[in-house]
């Protein structure tokens, strides 16, 4: 049964340091979405890669956020400095087509 | 812009009962889709049901189905027979294609509770 994962699950770090959050996508898909989870905004769309390629980051906040794929197998977004008003549940999901994503258990991001 | 518009909050059902979620958007495009996401306390989000916006049947998986109307620009989303198991947040989502790349916006989300 092929997953999207993501590490590491629950993460808490102090203001001003830098966080990385990894995604591996399934196998064979060739898009990857990134999403952040709040209380106050809901589901946003972060970034997005198709064949390794970024498409769309123009929901990151590009002073302090940064996404890649270095390879077809990881995905990670970093951000760095963190703020408090960071803290989130970051969701990366993949596809092999347009209209279908299949999210991973989300990261939960606590900054102090 | 493109919106979507969940405006239940939080409901609730018996087990073995049927409920209707409400759903909502606003876009000028065309050609999109539609989808339900269910995401239970362990927070992973799972699609539910997808429904084409080309397509005129409405779209059916098991126990869930949709009622689409896309000149009312409302897709709910009817759950029969009601399970403990479908307790939890229910997200609408609309996805379309801009500047070549697509773009997926979701609703607040619907809270439900399935008692016993």
């Known amino acids: 049964d092929a997953r999207v994962t993501q590490t590491p699950r629950d993460k808490v770090t102090e203001m001003g340091q830098e966080v990385t959050m990894r995604c591996q996508p399934i196998?064979?898909?060739?898009?990857v979405f990134w999403y952040r989870q709040t209380m106050m905004q809901g589901l946003e769309l972060l970034a997005y890669?198709?064949?390794?390629?970024?498409?769309?980051d123009s929901g990151m906040p590009k002073d302090r956020f940064s996404a890649e794929m270095p390879d077809a197998t990881l995905a990670t977004l970093k951000i760095q400095p963190s703020e408090p008003r960071d803290s989130a549940v970051y969701f990366c999901?993949?596809?092999?087509?347009?209209?279908?994503?299949?999210f991973g258990p989300g990261t939960r991001l606590t900054v102090l | 812009a493109q919106t979507v518009t969940q405006s239940q909050p939080e409901m609730s059902v018996q087990e073995a009962e049927t409920v209707t979620l409400s759903c909502t958007y606003d876009?000028?495009?065309?050609?999109?889709?539609l989808f339900w996401y269910k995401q239970p306390p362990s927070r992973q989000m799972i699609l539910v049901i997808r429904?084409?916006?080309?397509?005129?049947q409405n779209a059916t998986e098991n126990r869930f189905s949709v009622n689409f109307q896309k000149a009312a620009k409302s897709f709910s989303l009817k759950i029969s027979d009601s399970q403990l198991g479908d307790t939890a947040m229910y997200f609408c989502?609309?996805?379309?294609?801009?500047?070549?790349?697509?773009?997926?916006?979701f609703g607040k989300g619907t809270k439900l509770t399935v008692n016993p």
């Open positions: 196998l064979g898909h060739n898009t």
């Open positions: 890669f198709r064949n390794r390629a970024p498409l769309d």
């Open positions: 429904q084409e916006a080309y397509k005129q």
């Open positions: 876009t000028s495009e065309s050609n999109y889709y």
């Open positions: 989502a609309f996805m379309f294609s801009q500047g070549g790349s697509e773009k997926l916006v």
């Open positions: 999901a993949s596809g092999f087509n347009r209209y279908t994503q299949y």
